[in-house]
């Protein structure tokens, strides 16, 4: 059974995307077996994986409107050694159009009950709100939430409000969910505020933060035009072996956490 994880933060620009396209380009380069879900429809994460967003016919959209089974929007990358949900600018219109469907919040969750044996993690990249797509993200999560947050901006205010809406979801919709890891991205060690966003976040979350901390780095910011994942585009840069550590230190937290079997 995969490991389900969302990606989610309600701000934009805080290295959700540049997250889970990273990390899961490195879980696929140790062997595991990888599906990323684009749940965003800004399919930033289809394009830095070298897909045009605009050709995606189905898409995730499909998906949760019961149009399109997973097999069917599916897409394998060989060179990346992973598979991908992708997203289309069309997703947006779902908020609406699945107000009134039964089971709205569940969509994602049922789709990839049909899929998650095939994989060892499922990455889920969530769009900067927390309304249905961020819900069905969460909902489908059931090994938890990562939560990217960017040094360089005090994030405690956004972050109780991700933190009630987990909650909610916890309560409501799926009681598996909680906290899996706070990451820490665009670090710049010249900057007193790096140092005390860290820092807060720790307080503020005690345990939670990964030891791994995501530097700054123009490489990771050049290489979704090229459509691909840091240890393609610049494996020796900064910011591709803190990624590659991050990758490893959720590796190795999982494994301490109950074998090959998925958390608590
Ligand atoms: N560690 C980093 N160093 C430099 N640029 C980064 C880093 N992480 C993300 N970026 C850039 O910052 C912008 C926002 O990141 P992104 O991952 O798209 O955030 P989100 O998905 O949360 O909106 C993108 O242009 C991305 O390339
Ligand atoms: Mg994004």
């Given at each position: 059974?995969?490991?389900?994880?969302?990606?989610?933060?309600?701000?934009?620009?805080?290295?959700?995307?540049?997250?889970?396209?990273?990390?899961?380009?490195?879980?696929?380069?140790?062997?595991?077996?990888?599906?990323?879900?684009?749940?965003?429809?800004?399919?930033?994460?289809?394009?830095?994986?070298?897909?045009?967003?605009?050709?995606?016919?189905?898409?995730?959209?499909?998906?949760?409107?019961?149009?399109?089974?997973v097999g069917d929007v599916r897409l394998r990358h060989d060179e990346f050694g992973l598979d991908l949900l992708p997203s289309h600018p069309a997703l947006a219109g779902?908020?609406?159009?699945?107000?009134?469907?039964?089971?709205?919040?569940?969509?994602?969750?049922?789709?990839?009950?049909?899929?998650?044996?095939?994989?060892?993690?499922?990455?889920?990249?969530?769009?900067?709100?927390?309304?249905?797509?961020?819900?069905?993200?969460?909902?489908?999560?059931?090994?938890?939430?990562?939560?990217?947050?960017?040094?360089?901006?005090?994030?405690?205010?956004?972050?109780?409000?991700?933190?009630?809406?987990?909650?909610?979801?916890?309560?409501?919709?799926?009681?598996?969910?909680?906290?899996?890891?706070?990451?820490?991205?665009?670090?710049?060690?010249?900057?007193?505020?790096?140092?005390?966003?860290?820092?807060?976040?720790?307080?503020?979350?005690?345990?939670?933060?990964?030891?791994?901390?995501?530097?700054?780095?123009?490489?990771?910011?050049?290489?979704?035009?090229?459509?691909?994942?840091?240890?393609?585009?610049?494996?020796?840069?900064?910011?591709?072996?803190?990624?590659?550590?991050?990758?490893?230190?959720?590796?190795?937290?999982?494994?301490?956490?109950?074998?090959?079997?998925?958390?608590?």
């Amino acid at each position: 059974m995969a490991r389900i994880y969302a990606i989610a933060n309600q701000k934009g620009g805080v290295g959700k995307t540049t997250t889970v396209v990273n990390l899961s380009a490195y879980l696929a380069g140790s062997g595991r077996r990888v599906l990323v879900v684009d749940l965003d429809p800004q399919a930033n994460a289809t394009s830095a994986l070298g897909f045009d967003k605009n050709q995606m016919k189905p898409s995730t959209y499909e998906l949760l409107l019961d149009q399109a089974p997973v097999g069917d929007v599916r897409l394998r990358h060989d060179e990346f050694g992973l598979d991908l949900l992708p997203s289309h600018p069309a997703l947006a219109g779902a908020e609406i159009e699945l107000v009134q469907a039964i089971g709205r919040e569940y969509r994602l969750q049922r789709a990839l009950q049909e899929t998650a044996d095939e994989y060892d993690y499922i990455l889920i990249d969530s769009p900067p709100s927390l309304g249905l797509l961020t819900v069905n993200a969460l909902t489908a999560a059931r090994d938890g939430v990562l939560i990217p947050v960017q040094c360089e901006y005090l994030p405690l205010e956004g972050l109780s409000q991700l933190t009630k809406t987990i909650h909610l979801v916890q309560e409501y919709l799926n009681p598996a969910l909680h906290i899996r890891g706070v990451m820490m991205t665009m670090y710049d060690s010249r900057t007193n505020l790096s140092r005390q966003v860290v820092e807060e976040v720790r307080r503020h979350f005690p345990n939670k933060v990964f030891r791994t901390i995501i530097p700054r780095n123009i490489r990771l910011s050049e290489a979704p035009s090229f459509g691909r994942p840091i240890n393609f585009y610049a494996p020796q840069s900064p910011g591709a072996v803190a990624y590659r550590l991050l990758a490893t230190e959720l590796l190795n937290g999982d494994r301490r956490n109950g074998g090959g079997e998925h958390a608590e």
